[in-house]
């Protein structure tokens, strides 16, 4: 692979009420389309578009020069040419990665209210949805604080209440002011994910592992 060897040394700090945290950053070498960096020790292979997770965007390299934006200001880098830099390091985003079980589902632990559940993930659900079980495990006085509809089960019409969840959590996500819907029996038997909470993320596949993102 042909690439040139550049160092840029930087420091990184922790804005927002945190105390400043020094960095050492390299970048240790460029070729078309991807820059190899060193942050404390820790080596990011970047390309174009994506944040690292210390919040350093390739916007394009080649083997002699790379284009870096740091904390919103671009700047092009040139073999042998050292700045001192202080940017905001990027906040983590919450993730989870979740594996089918082996009838091929996607289940996941999480909470509702700060009670714990089981999740089964539903794109074809509008809503977080479960029975009137469930609710009440959960303590949710449905019948007093939703809104009463109608919806169609594989029994038939059935009475189900509309209302609004304080938090939702999968993982490290959690999510305010979740649409949920009560379904007053039985159904579903699992407790479902669905868009009212998954429409708010990103969700990915990679073959069989599913990764859902806070945005």
Known sequence: MDFKRIVLYGTLAAHAGMAAEARELSVIALFRDKALVEIDGRERLLTPGTDSPEGILLVSADSNEAVIEIDGRR????????????????????????????????????????????????????????????????????????????????????RSYQITLREVRVGDIVLAAVPASIIDGDFPKQLLLGNSFLNRIEMRRDGEMMELRKK
């Not at 390091?89 to 909470?111: C, E, F, H, L, N």
């Not at 609710?135 to 109608?150: H, K, N, Q, S």
């Open 75 to 158: 700047q092009t880098y040139r073999l042998g040419q050292h700045i001192a830099s202080r940017f905001k390091t990027a906040k983590a985003q919450a993730s989870v990665r979740i594996w089918p079980d082996p009838t091929g589902m996607y289940a996941a632990p999480g909470s509702i209210n700060g009670v714990p559940v089981q999740f089964l993930i539903d794109t074809g659900a509008t809503q977080v949805a479960m029975n009137k079980n469930d609710a009440r495990r959960l303590g949710i006085d449905y019948a007093r604080t939703g809104i009463e509809a109608a919806v169609h089960t594989a029994s038939g019409i059935t």
